[in-house]
């Protein structure tokens, strides 16, 4: 037995639309995808030459989160220069790799915390 729909389709055609746009043919624009993938794309192509220069302080955040942005949109949206973003980030945290295998962790020293640990450098699971 097939579910009934949790809202009318006319509910469900109306709900994103301005007094203006309800009931004309102006298409909405969280319903078509095309302008929402648009404003991705411009955001991913407007941050993807920016790489920050060392892992350390605000910007170990940029570069985890942001190798793993640009991994997925590569995934995703399949556009090479994605994936090369992504790579280029990935390089200054591999850089930055301590000689025992893990990465910084705020301001502690190179004793402190382990990528095996998998508490706090969930991103990098990810990656690998």
Request: glycine share 8%; aromatic share 12%; proline share 7%.
């Amino acid at each position: 037995m097939a579910r009934p729909p949790l809202r009318s389709p006319d509910r469900q055609a109306t709900r994103n639309q301005t007094p203006k746009t309800r009931g004309s043919a102006v298409p909405n624009r969280h319903d078509t995808g095309q302008p929402l993938r648009a404003d991705i794309r411009k955001w991913l192509d407007q941050h993807a030459g920016t790489v920050p220069a060392a892992y350390k302080g605000r910007d170990i955040h940029l570069l985890r989160q942001g190798a793993v942005t640009y991994f997925r949109a590569y995934e995703i949206l399949g556009d090479r220069k994605y994936l090369e973003a992504g790579l280029a980030r990935a390089d200054v945290i591999k850089k930055n790799q301590w000689p025992k295998g893990h990465w910084q962790w705020g301001d502690f020293g190179e004793d402190f915390v382990r990528i095996q640990d998998g508490y706090n450098d969930w991103p990098f699971w990810i990656m690998l």
